[in-house]
């Protein structure tokens, strides 16, 4: 099965929810019970004054599994909103990562050369090693994990795709 046939079926999903505790683990139980599978998964407030969070989910399934969980997630009692950005339109995803890289010598010199191609920036310096930030699509940030390995990779830490639609229309 080729990446794009296998992209086709990953799905970034926003949830609008009231703030307030037991959301996240009513939504995630959703997903377990199910045997889903949650490849992303980030929370964050993003209305103090009503009280919302935003919940992006990415996760794969068939189109019939996938309106199974849009349709089980709006049943939640918390829930206000649930849309389907991979397929209402436009949007806009990225993923922030931490990657610590170990290296000397050449192999040092080669990791800032490809942290510049990938436009990731050394925000801590050793001289043993580095930590590189970088932002992207998911895609991005895996080939620049993938090129750091050979290279003295020793840890890496992500934050899961954020996403919104574009255009004027609020979620």
Not at 118 to 141: C, H, L, P, Q, W
Request: hydrophobic letters at 45%.
């Amino acid at each position: 099965m080729t990446n794009a046939v296998q992209d086709s079926n990953r799905h970034t999903i926003s949830v609008l929810v009231d703030n307030e505790s037991g959301v996240l683990a009513r939504v995630i139980g959703l997903f377990s019970g199910r045997g889903y599978n949650i490849e992303s998964l980030t929370v964050a407030e993003v209305d103090a004054r009503e009280n919302l969070s935003r919940i992006t989910i990415v996760t794969s399934g068939t189109r019939m599994i996938i309106e199974q969980i849009k349709n089980q997630l709006r049943r939640l009692v918390p829930v206000h909103k649930v849309h389907d950005l991979t397929i209402e339109g436009p949007h806009v995803s990225r993923e922030l990562a931490l990657i610590k890289v170990a290296s000397t010598g050449e192999k040092r010199v080669e990791a800032l050369r490809i942290a510049d191609i990938f436009r990731a920036r050394a925000i801590d310096s050793t001289n043993e090693s580095f930590v590189f930030e970088v932002v992207g699509a998911t895609e991005k940030v895996d080939a620049f994990v993938t090129l750091m390995q050979p290279l003295g990779l020793i840890d890496v830490s992500r934050t899961g795709v954020v996403a919104i639609a574009r255009g004027p229309k609020a979620l």
